[in-house]
């Protein structure tokens, strides 16, 4: 459809598009923000527990019980 017939003008279109590119914009940053707050969230729990001075276990590979 035209945008004449259905009344839109070029000005309409492009706001009409700015905004949906605005509201996308915004969604993805605030997911962006999620991820970064679970990733900082792991990395805040590894802080703790080296702040604690817990110790570290030798690494030993692991054996089936046969």
Do not use: C, H, Q
């Amino acid at each position: 459809m035209r945008e004449a017939e259905n009344g839109m003008t070029g000005a309409s279109t492009r706001r009409l598009r700015w905004m949906e590119a605005l509201w996308e914009g915004t969604s993805t940053s605030a997911r962006e923000e999620n991820k970064k707050e679970e990733v900082l969230a792991v990395f805040r729990g590894l802080a703790e527990d080296s702040a604690r001075g817990g110790k570290v276990r030798e690494y030993a590979p692991w054996e089936p019980p046969w």
